[in-house]
């Protein structure tokens, strides 16, 4: 953050190649335009390929058909930047529509279900305040009152989309990934109670939309589904009619990579920009041997961006989107009756942990249980957050976060803990002789001391977590890497600290010897 360069048009010429590999994985080109000797086979090469759109099952019993008809009409009309294209075209674009959500519904409309309720609403605003929804998405009701939208989802279709019908959302917000593996949709792990408040607020707060419906045949959308592509994406059939992989790439301002609507005659819109219509075509210009390989660092730099990771966590310079939009959550949390804070319970101003030290902070092993959404105990009770699951990216992203800062996916392999340091390291941590880090800190089933507010990270988890090299230099100087941290600075610029004995007070060696001591605890 310290440094400036001179844009380099080599580097620059490099970033739009790589913009346009990434748009090429996906918009999933190759699902239309095959070609077996340049793409690799599935589940090799480039990560983001070959990843199938959602499952087209179980509409009839979810999705408003009158919306559905809309929405594959002209899904960047409801739903900026989304990767579905607008694949009908002609003056019955929009007959087309409804007949293909004919054939997704077969013709039914979902049956009346619970109504969402106002109360569970209030506590389903809160979550979606304390979450970090309000981090990615902005609230349904933001089209009303106008709130900036910082780049964030907008939401206010959802009513519209689930026709008021609380089950089918709850269901999906429970787990998203049932029929998307490759969603950027986090897993919260709600238990029902949280995904009916959730689904309440979000459908009692949107817009329903008043339409003439259009009646839709199934037989005729059922041929539609096949011609027009759906299923090359949806269902990995392969494609039929569209131009191969070799004509496309020589292809200027035609089809999919059109500028005007005449020159792009019947292939699916994507409502590209002119950068990324730049990018995709000087990436279709190269050999496309880059598809074959992957590197773990650009891949995590990747899936941070599409995730959308500094919705809630700050990353070098970036400020996170929820920390913005604090104002908007506080409205959400005073919706609810107040109550008394009670110690030890979670507190809405607690900070997020910084995504910057991430690569050379944690273990491999730890990280990628933690991304997938498999480690039970909240590391951070205080924080009134809760870090979601990314099980179909927990792999690839935990190993590009260590390659990013130079790392091996696992640590050394380390020697017993030496006795001697074991016994210092017991003395260290406690209130006689040592620096009372159980004061704040749990130890194993043993409780924090003297809490204020809320118990700090149990040091089982510090030991499970934590990579030896950054355990080092964060309890030399905490506030160095972290200024919000509550932890103390125990040594001195010189590295000594105010307990001469045992060690003679050389800081280093103490903390080494504490960390020693916490290999030992279970």
């Given amino acids: 953050m310290a440094f400036a360069h001179t844009p380099n048009p080599a580097v620059q010429a490099g970033q739009q190649l790589r913009d346009g590999r990434l748009l090429f994985a996906q918009l999933n080109c190759a699902a239309c335009h095959a070609d077996a000797a340049k793409i690799p086979a599935k589940g090799q090469g480039m990560p983001e390929l070959g990843q199938l759109a959602p499952l087209l099952s179980g509409f009839s019993t979810k999705y408003n058909p009158d919306f559905l008809t809309e929405w594959i009409a002209d899904p960047h009309a409801i739903r900026p930047g989304t990767h579905m294209p607008k694949v009908l075209t002609g003056p019955d674009a929009a007959q087309k529509a409804a007949d293909i959500a004919a054939a997704l519904t077969q013709g039914e409309a979902p049956k009346p279900g619970a109504k969402p309720k106002a109360e569970d609403s209030l506590a389903g605003g809160a979550l979606f305040a304390n979450l970090g929804c309000i981090g990615c998405h902005q609230r349904p009701d933001a089209e009303v009152d106008g709130s900036p ?39 919260f792990r709600l238990n029902d109670e949280e995904s009916t408040q959730l689904a309440s607020y979000l459908l009692l707060n949107g817009r329903m939309i008043k ?41 200027a301002d035609k089809g999919c990579l059109a500028s005007t609507p005449a020159n792009r005659g019947t292939a699916p819109d994507y409502a590209l920009t002119a950068p990324q219509r730049a990018a995709l075509s000087a990436f279709l210009r190269t050999d496309l041997a880059s598809l074959h390989q992957d590197v773990p660092a650009e891949f995590a730099a990747r899936q941070i961006k599409d995730l959308n990771c500094v919705a809630c966590h700050d990353r070098d310079s970036a400020g996170s989107t929820w920390a913005k939009v604090d104002n908007e959550s506080r409205k959400l949390r005073a919706a609810l009756p107040a109550k008394d804070h009670v ?66 996916q696992q640590e050394p392999a380390e020697a017993a803990p030496n006795e001697t340091k074991v016994k210092f390291g017991e003395t260290l941590l406690g209130n006689s002789g040592g620096f009372n880090c159980i004061q704040c800190h749990g130890l194993g089933d043993q409780a924090a001391t003297a809490v204020f507010e809320a118990p700090a990270i149990n040091f089982v988890q510090s030991n499970e977590r934590l990579r030896k090299g950054y355990f080092a230099r964060w309890v030399m100087a905490p506030t160095r890497i972290d200024p919000q941290t509550k932890m103390p600075k125990y040594a001195d610029p010189e590295g000594m600290t105010q307990l001469t004995d045992p060690l003679d007070g050389k800081g280093a060696e103490q903390f080494e010897a504490i960390r020693e001591y916490l290999r030992t605890v279970k």
Avoid at 153 to 174: C, G, N, T, V
Avoid at 380 to 407: C, E, T, V
């Fill in 211 to 251: 339409r003439k419906s259009l009646q839709g045949d199934a037989a005729r959308g059922g041929q539609l589904l096949l011609s027009a592509g759906c299923l090359n994406c949806h269902a990995g059939m392969p494609a039929t009619t569209q131009p191969a992989l070799a004509i496309v790439q020589k292809a």
């Fill in 343 to 408: 110690e030890g319970e979670p507190v809405p101003d607690a900070p997020v942990p910084a995504l910057t030290w991430t690569g050379e902070k944690l273990r491999n092993d730890w990280l990628v249980k933690f991304l997938a959404g498999k480690v039970e105990e909240k590391p951070r009770p205080w924080m009134i957050g809760r870090m979601p699951g990314f099980a179909h990216r927990a792999d690839g992203l935990a190993l590009g976060f260590a390659h990013q800062h130079g790392l091996p």
């Fill in 149 to 187: 939208s910082h780049g964030r989802i907008p939401l206010a279709h959802l009513s519209d989309k689930y026709q008021l019908r609380i089950e089918a959302l709850a269901a999906f917000l429970k787990d998203p990934s049932a029929n998307y593996a490759a969603t950027r949709m986090p897993h």
